[in-house]
């Protein structure tokens, strides 16, 4: 070691290493770290470009990238997470690289993996000649419950099931890459590793472009003409693609969403389809409209309650009955699960070469079926060498180690596999590689698989140049699944020269066709929307409310008998905001310590809470009609909601409802400015309108319930409908019933006013699509021109007067009128626009 | 044990089966599969078919499923709060004729997988209805020791399930499991025949499951049996040498000219008469009647 050197003298002569804490496990291959500690050729040129930026930039850059990734909303859903779903995607800063000699091998095994796997698929979905000649072992097929029988006999265009495939590989310490999965019907993934790329070449601009990374975009666009192409021929000139979402809950929704976008196809649920005359059509408001192709990311057994599995609630009644018709084709195919499980994979290397004539390029860790009685003795006898799965999906039952496992254990297998032995599969376990994993100071070990996919593009096929890896949560566990945490690296395929660049944006066509698509809101979207504007509303309403409650309570001239503070904590309690305890007198110190306790993260107002949740789901079920702005101001909103435990000051809470508010302030500007104006917005700022009416009369109802102190609430309501700087201008006067009324509800110029949100209203509707056979007017229209009409005549200085029992009769009277036209709006188009709600039974 | 008629007999039936879904509210959309046309096989011909399906349905297709039965999917739109479906046929049962069952071979050999066809290596493992497990396995274990022939094993097991069990249409459901119906001991046909299933498929027996009709009056002087008010049905096992030999637990007896054969796979799910998705509707009821009368 040499003598410390002052810091000032080491200058950049002395550079940091990006490896020289980096320890990988002795005996396993590790994919940066080469002989004597130096990273692999192929590596040199990203390990000199991060050490160029050194370790303090590189930290700053992975702290962008998390937020980059938080704020997109990037997430996994894990199952069974008491923290709720929506758990952030990781990402690692440093990519995994795959040198070009190798990634040509990768490619030329997929390639031939995928016609692999059809050519079995078409026979097993066929003729079965490869279980009457003796190929496969006929249990292994007939026994496994992905072989699904409605499928067999259904002729596919062009003979291909597995339009997308996914292969995840491991390296074994000989640096050859092994097999451990194939994902044959719905693989995921595709959408994270488009993701991930996006993010880190915006991290790493120097690193990505030295490396010489080849692009991803011809690849979606390769996989996307190919969907496109499998309309008939008759539709192919107007092909609709629809991607299949299992919804909101699923572990992958951000990627359905994400990609449904990207690729422009229309995310559905099985609930927006229906089959009519052995066709697929998509309810939209407009009617029902064709769908020629269903890209699905729901598993096959799932897609068809009437044939497949009778208890699936997501499926489409029907669905394969129009597949059998030939006038829709879903992808992958149904049944395409079936080459999916271990015990297939066991068998490839000699189907191969029995049905293309070759060698299998990529091959499984060696494999025995325990449904051979010889294979059975075998595993048997080696338990302790071996990993034993399950012989059929699915695929997340987890493979057991067999050394690690206790005697009782072994025992427990060794029964279970004598059972039911072709339900198993053993293998020999493979150590797989690790690579170095950004901790924000150096880096560690961690093991990791990668998922690589192929494409079906017409008559050939296309493989992403890249692909998903994933990394383990620690370095000692031995399996990599994102379900149990861990990470993911971008996956870089270097090449010698420099790389055409391919923009990832979608080009022209694809915008043009969002539009068209706009035109065809599935009615379930529309409804969402709808609910999404009265949610949105209703959170601004509660928020503005809070914060005149507040604003009040820390006033300094405010004590406990003011007549505001009375007024409000009655409205308040009335509008079930506050637990009704608060308006009993306790003395101001005593309120102060209540609010702010109601305000801590637990027991926040339990409306808004409420109100939020529903924002955050209803936002989630549409997420792929939101722009990425309008995301990152909820993800905004969900952040500024949470206050931190301990102490709270009222102050504080002041600060955090000025932010929320100012989010959902910038919501409606996004809606205003940045929506287009499709159905999708006019249901989304009815919604909106429809809930800010209502809030209005409720507010004045509650306001006067506080007589004699109703005057006091004057001031809070112009707060509330942000209309004080108005009515100052208007009347420089203190606050006064009849021309506060005036403001907050019957004048048409002033955007908060309730006259305003019906003439808004009425324009909405106006616009909506409407049934030839509806009336004109229809009954909505007349609903709001009722209320409308009703408003415009009403006389405020009469209405604020109180009649001779000291109540206000009459303007009770018009409120109820407006509460109930309002509510008329609501149903009226919920009848007309959202009814597919109904309850499905068999 | 009975044993009717001898191969050269032939019984010419007419069957009206009906079934009827009420419905407290409209609905608005129905799709649905039928299994209610009779097979054709040797021991089978279907001279007249017949579905009649109210109100008109908008769509109507035919095709034989993975298994041979033949399969109409209908779609009904429109609102309605009835649907009937109604299936007329005419069907020529031709008499079977078994050998003595002390001459079958040891119920072991067709045990033997490489001997056996894709159809009843099919019908080995567990289905949706049927799990093969301890309980079943137990029950069957008594009828089957070591070189036994196999259809005198058979007969003994079912002639055990008929006076163990007791045929009870209010004990059990579709939705009843095995370990329930072997718990309870009592159930009706369609549980007799998935009990059965899974005894044989516990031995490693071929078995699956059958649907279909028994004649309604029987022939002067004979004994009306279980089960002919409503669909039918009983189970068949795979004999090395013989094929599939129907075998009725229910009346303990292997049907000859008495049982109409509708449809056949590995289980109740695979043949259910009718099925169907429904939006709206609310509640809704069911009806099933099925005349089978000597034509």
């Not at chain 1, 550079?15 to 990273?39: C, F, K, M, N």
């Not at chain 1, 990627?255 to 976008?261: F, K």
Request: aromatic share 6%.
């Amino acid at each position: 070691m040499s003598a410390p050197i002052a810091p000032e003298f080491r200058g950049p002569a002395v550079p940091w290493r990006l490896l020289e804490d980096y320890r990988p496990p002795a005996g396993i291959y590790d994919e940066v770290s080469g002989p004597g500690a130096r990273p692999h050729a192929h590596c040199e040129t990203l390990v000199r470009s991060l050490e160029r930026l050194g370790r303090h930039e590189l930290s700053s850059r992975w702290e962008a990238a998390k937020r980059a990734i938080r704020d997109n909303g990037v997430t996994y859903n894990v199952y069974g997470d008491p923290q709720g779903v929506d758990r952030p995607w990781t990402l690692d800063m440093m990519p995994l690289l795959i040198e070009p000699g190798e990634w040509s091998r990768i490619e030329g095994a997929l390639l031939q993996r995928s016609r692999l796997l059809n050519t079995i698929l078409a026979d097993l979905y066929g003729p079965q000649r490869l279980l009457r000649e003796g190929w496969l072992p006929p249990s292994l097929v007939l026994a496994n419950p992905s072989f699904l029988r409605p499928c067999h006999g259904v002729r596919v265009p062009n003979d291909v099931y597995v339009h997308l495939l996914a292969v995840d590989l491991a390296r074994s310490p000989d640096s050859q890459w092994r097999v451990l999965a194939d994902r044959a019907q719905a693989p995921s993934g595709a959408g994270y590793a488009l993701e991930n790329r996006i993010v880190l070449s915006r991290s790493l601009p120097e690193a990505f472009r030295d490396c010489h990374v080849q692009r991803l975009g011809a690849f979606y666009r390769a996989h996307r003409d190919g969907l496109t192409a499998l309309a008939p021929a008759n539709r192919r000139d107007h092909p609709r693609v629809v991607l299949l979402t299992p919804g909101p809950l699923n572990e992958t929704y951000f990627e359905h969403a994400y990609l449904a976008r990207y690729l422009g196809f229309t995310l559905v649920e099985g609930a927006d389809l229906t089959v009519r005359d052995s066709r697929v059509f998509i309810k939209t408001l407009e009617g029902l409209r064709q769908v020629d192709v269903i890209l699905r990311r729901l598993d096959d057994s799932f897609c068809d309650p009437l044939e497949l599995r009778p208890d699936s609630a997501l499926g489409v009644a029907g669905l394969m009955e129009a597949v059998r018709a030939g006038h829709v084709t879903v992808a992958n195919a149904l049944g395409s699960g079936l080459v999916e499980g271990a015990a297939v994979a066991a068998f490839l290397p000699a189907l191969c070469r029995h049905l293309l004539g070759e060698e299998l390029l990529l091959s499984p860790a060696r494999s025995w079926w325990c449904g051979h009685p010889d294979d059975l003795q075998y595993v048997l006898a080696h338990l302790d060498e071996l990993v034993i799965k399950p012989s059929f999906p699915p695929a997340t039952r987890q493979p057991v180690f067999g050394r690690v496992l206790s005697a009782e254990q072994k025992g427990a297998l060794r029964s279970a596999l004598r059972a039911r032995p072709e339900d198993y599969v053993a293998q020999t376990e493979v150590a797989l590689s690790t690579a170095p994993v950004w901790n924000g100071q150096g880096s560690e070990p961690r093991q990791l698989v990668l998922r690589v996919y192929v494409a079906a593009a017409g008559e050939s096929m296309a493989v992403m140049p890249g692909g998903l890896t994933r990394v383990g949560a620690a370095s000692d566990i031995p399996i990599v699944t994102m379900q149990r945490g861990g990470g993911s690296k971008d996956t870089w395929v270097v090449s010698e020269g420099p790389v055409t660049a391919v923009s990832l944006l979608a080009p022209t066509r694809l915008s043009v066709r969002r539009e068209r698509l706009d035109a065809e809101l599935p009615s379930r979207v529309a409804d969402n929307l709808f609910w999404l504007g009265r949610h949105i509303e209703r959170a601004e309403q509660t928020a503005r409310l809070l914060r005149s409650l507040v604003t009040y309570v820390t006033r300094e001239d405010m004590s406990e008998g003011t007549p505001e503070l009375v007024a409000l904590l009655h409205v308040l309690v009335e509008m079930g905001m506050i637990p009704p305890q608060l308006r009993e007198s306790m003395g101001l110190p005593a309120l102060e310590h209540q609010l702010s306790l109601l305000f801590t993260i637990d027991t926040y107002p339990v409306v808004l809470r409420t109100n939020l949740s529903e924002v955050r789901r209803i936002a989630s079920t549409v997420r792929d009609r939101l722009s990425h702005d309008t995301w990152r101001i909820l993800n905004q909103l969900q952040q500024d909601f949470h206050l931190r435990h301990g102490r709270i000051q009222l102050d504080d809470v002041l600060v955090h409802l000025n932010r929320m508010i100012t989010d959902l302030a910038a919501f409606s500007g996004m809606e205003m400015e940045s929506m287009t104006r499709g159905h999708g917005w006019l249901f989304l700022d009815i919604g909106r309108r429809i809930e800010r009416s209502l809030a209005a009369t409720r507010l004045v109802r509650s306001a006067l319930g506080a007589h004699p102190s109703h005057i006091a609430m004057l001031e809070p309501m112009l707060e509330v409908a942000d209309s004080s700087m108005t009515y100052r201008r208007r009347y420089f006067a203190e606050a006064q019933l009849a021309p506060v009324l005036d403001l907050v509800m019957a004048d048409v110029t002033n955007p908060r006013a309730l006259a305003f949100q019906l003439a808004a209203m009425a324009a909405l509707v106006a616009q909506l699509p409407r049934h030839p056979k509806a009336p004109s007017p229809t009954r909505e229209e007349r609903t709001i021109v009722h209320a409308i009409e009703a408003l415009a005549s009403a006389d405020f200085d009469a209405l604020s007067q109180p009649g001779a029992d000291e109540a206000f009769d009459r303007l009770t009277d018009l409120l109820d009128l407006l509460d109930a036209d309002l509510r008329g709006v609501s149903d009226t188009i919920t009848l007309h626009y959202f009814s597919h709600a109904e309850q499905r039974v068999s | 044990m009975q044993n009717s008629a001898s191969a050269e007999v032939t019984v010419t039936y007419e069957v009206v089966h009906t079934t009827r879904y009420t419905y407290s509210e409209a609905v608005s959309v129905s799709h649905h599969v039928a299994r209610v046309k009779p097979r054709v096989f040797a021991g089978q011909a279907c001279l007249r078919h017949e579905l009649q399906i109210e109100p008109v349905p908008a769509v109507m297709r035919s095709h034989q499923d993975y298994f041979g039965n033949a399969v109409t999917f209908f779609i009904v739109e429109g609102a309605h709060k009835t649907l009937t479906v109604r299936a007329v046929s005419t069907v020529k049962v031709g008499g079977r004729s078994l050998p003595v069952f002390v001459h079958t071979p040891p119920w072991e050999e067709a045990c033997d997988y490489d001997a056996l066809p894709l159809d009843a290596i099919d019908c080995l493992f567990e289905s949706a209805s049927i799990a093969v497990h301890d309980t079943v396995a137990g029950y069957a274990h008594p009828s089957f020791p070591p070189g036994r022939p196999l259809l005198e094993a058979v007969a003994d097991l079912i002639h055990r399930i008929h006076a163990d069990f007791t045929f009870d249409p209010q004990a059990t459901t579709v939705a009843t499991s095995l370990r329930d119906v072997v718990t309870m001991r009592r159930g009706v046909c369609q549980d007799f025949a998935r009990l059965g299933i899974a005894c044989l498929r516990s031995q490693g027996l071929a078995a699956r499951y059958v649907s279909g009709y028994l004649e309604t009056l029987p022939p002067p002087g004979e004994p009306r049996l279980a089960g002919v008010d409503a669909s039918h049905a009983w189970l068949a096992i795979y004999c090395p040498g013989l094929g599939w030999v129907d075998v009725d637990p229910t009346n303990n007896m292997f049907p000859s000219t008495t049982h109409v054969t509708l449809a056949w796979g590995r289980d109740y799910v695979d043949v259910s008469p009718v099925r169907g998705v429904i939006l709206g509707g609310g509640q809704h009821s069911l009806q099933v009647s099925v005349d089978v009368l000597r034509a």
